[in-house]
C-alpha cells in the first residue's frame, strides 16, 4: 500500500470533532472497488460488437457535445447505409442485415440471386448488388463472400457437391463485384456448403426440416470484416 492510500486509510478513523469517522466507509469502500473489478472482468471476457461500440461511441460524443476528428467510412455507417438501402427497396422481408464481432453481414437468400442448381447470377439482383458498390468503394474493410446451402444433397456433372455450388456462388459474386471495379484484394470467396444454417436446429437436419427452414438456409453473405 503507498504512503497516500495509507493516509487515506487512517484518516477515515481519524477524530472529527471529537468523533471517530464512520468506519463502514471503508468496508463500503473495499466493496466497490471489488464490484468495480468484478464488472471489468466480465466486460473483458465478453464478447464485443465492434458496431454497436462505434454507435455508442457516436452517440456519447454527441450527447457530450464532442467534437469528433474526420475519420474513415467505419463499419457503424456502413451498417446504417445498408439498413437505408434495404428499407428504401422494401427488401425487409428478403435480405437482413446483422452486425456481430466478426462486422457488417448482408444476408441475400439464393432464391432472389440464383436458379436451383446454378452459380449463374440472376439478372434480377444486379441492382441490389449495385447498392453495395458505392459502400464497398469508400471503406477500406476486407469483404468476405460467403455461400451457403439447404442439405439437400446436390450431384450434377459441374458440381458433385453442395461445397462446390456454394463455393462457386461465392465466387460469382466476388467477380461481380470485380468487374464493378473494387479491388480482387479485398475479397474473400468461401463456400460453407450446408454446415451453417441460418435456421434454428440443434443439428443440422432438424435445422432443414421445412421448406421454410430451407429456404432460409439458402444464402449468400456479403461480410464487412473487422479484421484490417
Known amino acids: 500500500m503507498t504512503e497516500k492510500a495509507a493516509r487515506k486509510k487512517k484518516n477515515l478513523y481519524a477524530e472529527e470533532g471529537g468523533k471517530e469517522a464512520e468506519p463502514w466507509l471503508l468496508t463500503y469502500g473495499d466493496m466497490m472497488t471489488l464490484l468495480m473489478t468484478f464488472f471489468v472482468l466480465l466486460f473483458s471476457m465478453s464478447t464485443i460488437d465492434p458496431v454497436k461500440l462505434e454507435q455508442f461511441s457516436d452517440s456519447m460524443g454527441q450527447a457530450l457535445g464532442k467534437k469528433t476528428k474526420?475519420?474513415?467510412?467505419?463499419?457503424?455507417?456502413?451498417?446504417?447505409?445498408?439498413?437505408?438501402?434495404?428499407?428504401?427497396?422494401?427488401?425487409?422481408?428478403?435480405i437482413q442485415v446483422?452486425?456481430?464481432e466478426r462486422g457488417v453481414a448482408i444476408k441475400i437468400p439464393s432464391e432472389i440471386s440464383f436458379g436451383v442448381g446454378s452459380a449463374d447470377l440472376d439478372p434480377r439482383i444486379y441492382p441490389i448488388l449495385n447498392k453495395f458498390v458505392?459502400?464497398?468503394?469508400?471503406?477500406?474493410y476486407p469483404i468476405a463472400i460467403e455461400g451457403h446451402t439447404d442439405n439437400v444433397p446436390m450431384r450434377s456433372a459441374v458440381f458433385p457437391s453442395n461445397w462446390e455450388l456454394s463455393a462457386a456462388r461465392a465466387a460469382q459474386v466476388v467477380r461481380y463485384y470485380i468487374n464493378q471495379g473494387i479491388s480482387s484484394e479485398r475479397f474473400q470467396a468461401i463456400g460453407y456448403a450446408d454446415t451453417r444454417p441460418r435456421a434454428r436446429g440443434?443439428?443440422?437436419?432438424?435445422?432443414n426440416a421445412t421448406s421454410a427452414q430451407r429456404d432460409m438456409n439458402r444464402r449468400v453473405e456479403i461480410f464487412f470484416l473487422t479484421i484490417q
Not at 134 to 140: C, G, L
Not at 202 to 207: G, L, N, V
Open 70 to 94: 474526420a475519420k474513415k467510412y467505419s463499419l457503424a455507417e456502413i451498417y446504417k447505409d445498408v439498413v437505408k438501402v434495404i428499407e428504401e427497396e422494401s427488401l425487409q422481408d428478403q
Open 98 to 100: 446483422e452486425t456481430s
Open 134 to 140: 458505392d459502400m464497398m468503394q469508400k471503406s477500406t
Open 202 to 207: 440443434a443439428t443440422i437436419a432438424e435445422a
